[in-house]
């Protein structure tokens, strides 16, 4: 049967009706899909540079703050101490041509007064930087530490640091004791805990560290929790000197956090 | 040769509707809400395939059935489009309302203009424009907004690709299909188009099962 030029029409305007049809809806899903990539893409790269940045400001501020603590620690033991033990030294001359008992009194007050100012400056120096971790270096430096916290609280603390005689990046020893001092910090505060585990092996070629407490523990990925500002620290420190890390704790089984810092 | 190649691609399409009617009823729970809502469209075109083969066979009329499978297409996507738009209740009333006084135009249609021995191209237009457009709406109010790596984004998404392309492809058939009739095109020739609409339903309900299959494949990790 051969068709009217109507019914042609009618047929081809269906067709080329259906070809558009489809060719725009293809085109405009392809378009959405690869636009949506892109976006999304570029909401990563975003993403990234923000926690980039973020970091960097972290660690900055990290390092401006141990710039900090040396600079004050020096000052308080080269200034400040050094002229607490002139003016010692200027108040036993005068001791010795004050005659009277009263003068003899207010010299006892002052000479305690200067014993007390020149302890508590070396304190804080201390606290500041310890002076151990400089001269005799990591181990000595954790020992002191941890025997400081074993005499000040009754959690059993235990500890094993393996020796080496091998020579250790400074930044590497200031950023593990400043990790083991905030974890202790933190299992001390807010850890509840009683027995608290660390061990410390310095190898030729590695450093590594595992502590562990049997506190409250907590959520690392809790959400809505914030990170406290102590484990980022933490987590800053250990990228800083790119150490390999890992915080494992869960609500009612303590927290073990373990680090390794390797080198050729 | 089209009538068998239309017959071969609508008993694809019917395995594939078998297939994912099955999939939408038995893992329900596992569906995102989003998804599983397109059970009441698949549910519609099974039985009003069905019904359509048994009275073709039986040698009786079956186009009342697509007056009713456009007024159930358009609730159904309705419902659908209601919850990918997330309306606000206001919205949402408006929008029911909208649905709802198309559905009575449909019937209104179905009574007076197009009677229901015949094709319904009015309504089926109007429908399949509304729902090309709520597609066209979709990708325009997902752009940036949807992470395209997440199941239940995807499958959304795949589900609105299929309404795109089938109701845009079809459009022009379906449009044209009572003027076919009455300008005497020949059967032939009418059997060509129906192979189009055969081959496209094949692809809607291909896209519709990798959208269901999309969110059973990844469990959610919890």
């Known amino acids: 049967m051969d068709t009217t030029p109507a019914q042609t029409e009618i047929l081809t305007t269906i067709l080329i009706g259906i070809f558009l049809m489809l060719l725009l809806a293809l085109a405009f899903v392809l378009f959405f899909y690869f636009s949506q990539r892109k976006f999304q893409a570029q909401q990563l790269l975003a993403q990234e540079l923000e926690i980039e940045h973020r970091e960097q400001l972290l660690l900055a501020s990290i390092k401006t703050q141990e710039d900090e603590r040396q600079r004050l620690a020096r000052e308080l033991h080269d200034e400040v101490g050094s002229k607490l033990n002139v003016i010692n030294l200027g108040l036993h001359q005068l001791k010795k041509q004050g005659t009277t008992p009263e003068a003899q009194q207010s010299f006892q007050d002052l000479f305690g007064l200067v014993r007390t100012t020149t302890e508590t400056t070396r304190r804080i120096a201390h606290d500041l930087l310890p002076p151990t971790l400089e001269k005799f270096g990591l181990l000595m430096a954790l020992e002191e530490l941890c025997d400081q916290y074993r005499q000040s609280s009754p959690v059993i603390l235990e500890y094993e640091f393996s020796e080496s005689s091998i020579q250790l990046d400074p930044l590497v020893v200031l950023n593990f004791f400043r990790v083991v001092q905030e974890l202790l910090s933190n299992t001390y505060k807010y850890s509840q805990a009683t027995t608290v585990k660390i061990s410390l092996a310095i190898k030729p070629h590695s450093l590594a560290l595992f502590y562990q407490d049997n506190g409250i523990g907590f959520d690392p990925n809790a959400r809505g929790q914030q990170k406290g500002m102590g484990l980022k620290n933490i987590e800053s420190r250990m990228r800083t000197i790119q150490a390999d890390y890992q915080l494992d704790s869960t609500p009612g089984s303590g927290t073990v956090f373990t680090a390794q810092k390797t080198w050729s | ?222």
Do not use: C
């Open chain 2, 1 to 222: 040769m089209y009538q068998d190649l239309a017959l071969l691609f609508g008993k694809v399409y019917l395995v594939i509707l078998v297939l994912n009617v099955i999939l939408v009823l038995l893992l329900y729970k596992r569906l995102p809400v989003k998804v599983r809502s397109v059970r009441f469209f698949l549910l519609g075109s099974l039985a009003t395939d069905l019904a359509s083969r048994w009275l073709f066979y039986q040698g009786e009329n079956n186009l009342f059935l697509l007056h009713i499978y456009t007024l159930w297409e358009l609730l159904a996507w309705g419902w659908f489009f209601n919850l990918v738009f997330e309306h606000p209740p206001k919205a949402q009333r408006i929008f029911f309302a909208g649905i709802g006084g198309l559905g009575i135009l449909l019937v209104l249609n179905s009574i007076f203009l197009e009677p229901l021995t015949g094709f319904n191209s009015n309504a089926k237009t109007l429908v399949q424009v509304l729902l090309v457009g709520f597609a066209i709406r979709y990708f325009f109010l997902a752009f940036g907004k949807i992470d395209l790596t997440k199941a239940a984004a995807q499958s959304v998404t795949f589900i609105n690709f299929a309404v795109l392309l089938y109701y845009s492809g079809t459009l022009f058939i379906f449009m044209f299909s009572r003027l076919l009739r009455e300008y005497g095109v020949a059967s032939v020739q009418q059997h060509g188009l129906w192979v189009i609409n055969a081959l496209l339903l094949v692809v809607f309900h291909l896209l519709i099962f990798i959208s269901l299959w999309i969110p059973l494949r990844r469990r959610p990790k919890y």
